[in-house]
């Protein structure tokens, strides 16, 4: 697939990028996509929920009444789940839930991440550019100038950037990531990737 690459302020520069089909343009696996994107949010859970059962709740173990006799069902203690303030029966625990998935899988979901952005025409390439201020209202208006400045957007960049990182941190629905770290739920969450152009040289080994 051919593409422009545009200036900062959203104008054709005059040169294009191809980008390379083994990552751009395969059968997608939707499957290896749903594995990837669920081990992410997997990964990003604490696990650190908990729940008092009933031999952990504050209360008396004194026998409410007797055992027969009383007509009712038979009460050991205030501590009992059926009782409000009473422990909870099968509570959540701490638990990980994080979980592996194979590098090849990884990279399959990824590439075809990118095939379906790339087919549904949300990339753009840009030229590579620096921001000598950090002020956030500077990359803003490169968002403004893309028209992106309204939908969420995915910068990815090379290498990490202070003064990038800096600007893009207030704006809501905007990220900043370098392209080794761009994983198959970023591409899939972005309305829009922005490539800039030496980011693609990771495409092409």
Do not use: W
């Amino acid at each position: 697939m051919k593409l422009d690459v545009l200036n900062i302020n959203g104008q054709k520069s005059g040169k294009s990028v191809t980008l390379p089909d083994s990552v751009f343009g395969i059968e997608p696996n939707d499957h290896a996509i749903y594995l990837a994107v669920k081990q992410f949010l997997a990964n990003q859970r604490q696990g650190t929920h908990k729940a008092l059962e009933k031999s952990e709740v504050s209360g008396s173990t004194r026998k409410l009444h007797r055992q027969k006799g009383t007509g009712g069902s038979r009460k050991g203690s205030i501590k009992n789940p059926l009782f409000r303030g009473g422990g909870r029966v099968f509570g959540p625990r701490p638990r990980d839930y994080s979980f592996k998935l194979n590098a090849k899988v990884k990279d399959l979901a990824r590439r075809s991440a990118l095939t379906y952005k790339a087919k549904s025409n949300g990339i753009t390439v840009l030229e590579d550019f620096t921001l000598e201020s950090g002020k956030t209202r500077d990359y803003f208006n490169i968002l403004k100038n893309l028209g992106t400045e309204s939908k969420k957007s995915v910068l990815v960049v090379h290498e990490r950037d202070a003064n990038l990182l800096r600007a893009a941190r207030n704006i809501p629905n905007t990220k900043i990531i370098t392209a080794a770290d761009l994983n198959t739920y970023e591409v899939m969450n972005a309305g829009q990737l922005l490539f800039v152009e030496s980011s693609l040289q990771t495409f092409n080994n």
